[in-house]
Nanobody, 117 residues
Framework: QVQLVESGGGLVQPGGSLRLSCAAS????????MAWYRQAPGKGRELVAT???????AYADSVKGRFTISRDNAENTVYLQMNSLKPEDTAAYYC???????????WGKGTLVIVSS
């Protein structure tokens, strides 16, 4: 079992920045894949960014160059730095962890980001 707790969401103006945090209940160095997903109102959940234990990262085209996923193994925390935010980034953001290839995968409860003037 892995518990994930997101924080850092809120209301921000277009062009602003936020940093989301995802605290894990186990050492993240033992988790093969950590990821951030988001779900906008009335839409399906979409992958935003991923990071493997080897440090490889990947991003959705819509956030490339604006969002950065990173981790702090000592704090068992994964971050999502979001810059140049747009109204279309408004969504609930969820942290996801998969320890190994055949793991079930675990979700946090999400944190809400609203980009509006």
């Amino acid at each position: 079992q892995v518990q994930l707790v997101e924080s850092g969401g809120g209301l921000v103006q277009p062009g602003g920045s936020l940093r989301l945090s995802c605290a894990a209940s186990i050492g993240i160095s033992s988790i093969n894949t950590m990821a951030w997903y988001r779900q906008a109102p009335g839409k399906g959940r979409e992958l935003v960014a991923t990071m493997t234990t080897g440090g490889a990262t990947a991003y959705a085209d819509s956030v490339k160059g604006r969002f950065t996923i990173s981790r702090d193994n000592a704090e068992n925390t994964v971050y999502l730095q979001m810059n140049s935010l747009k109204p279309e980034d408004t969504a609930a953001y969820y942290c996801y962890a998969k320890r190994f290839a055949y793991d079930v995968g675990y979700w946090g409860k999400g944190t809400l980001v609203i980009v509006s003037s």
